[in-house]
């Protein structure tokens, strides 16, 4: 992240130095993109957002003027393919029209990946799926990315059961939160699967991600959901403890996966005759919430939603029961319930604060 505000400072000065060179320009618009996706996960300042997005467009418009003279197809192309993402962005002032950008920038770069794998990304979110495939597909056989199999994974789950989301719409939030909540991803619900051709390009896709980004977040997220669905909890193990070596500088995903584990571990105990091995994997799971819980408390004075999005209260209520016969875990609860004052106020806790004071 720091990289990127250095990149993003010399880009400026260099805009300020020489306002026509393109090429800083293009910089800066991709820089914006790509810390508007990152601040997405953290915190929002939607208005430095929404300036971002207006200066990126300037700059491509500019850049845009500019062909055939000055710039060539490949960087028309891409420069075409920003401009609709900007327009497309959930944090612009509205979502403006954007598929001719993306048509003329597959017609001037038909062969160019990264504008196949943004186009892609646009049909897809227009639900025109059949085309954002071909895509994605088309990306892959020009070069393979990391990124390009993990989106073609989430299309074909998406093809399986078209009308399931993992984070359903919550008409007490504003729109712009229910697409915060979507990009977050935590998974409030897991569908059963059923392995079929789908479901097997689908895991294809994200092992085959994987393998090009080991550290990829999202592609083991992703995959750990398949086999939980799947009910394949060796495999959905083997992607979490791959998951925890990995390093995570956004506390959301911390969050997001030590949820998603401990939810694995309540299901295994589940599946246990031994009641040791039964209650091992329990407290390994009450474990994984507690460290959610640890770094959902950085998150949640910036977005109270969160408590909602994450299941905050049921979590703290799992805690609490299971803590009855362990101080350590009702201390936690305790310290974190008076840690965050909407949950100090929250009627549903006021019996657990009384009776800590007993």
Known sequence: MNDKFSAEKLANEVREKKPDNLVALTNLAFIHICTMEISLRKTLDKEKMRENIKESIQYLEKIQCAFPHHIDKALMGRTLAFIGLFKISPHNFRSQPAEEYFQRALHISPDDRYVLEKSAYHYIRSNQLEQGRELFEKAIEIKATSYSHHRLGSLYLRMDTPTYTYVPVNKQFSTETN?????LKHAQSIPPRERNELINKAGYHFE????LCHESSAALYDIILLYMSLKEYDNAR???ERFKSIVKDIKMQDVNFNILFGRLC???ADGKNDEEEKDQLRRTGMDRFVLALKSAVECLPFNKDLIEIWEIKEIILDLYEY???????KKFVLEFIHSVEDLANDKAFQNILHESEL
Request: charged share 25%.
């Open 266 to 268: 309540i299901k295994e």
């Open 238 to 240: 083997k992607y979490c």
């Open 179 to 183: 697409v915060f909540a979507k990009v």
């Open 323 to 329: 803590g009855n016969g362990n101080t350590e875990y």
């Open 208 to 211: 085959q991600s994987l393998e």
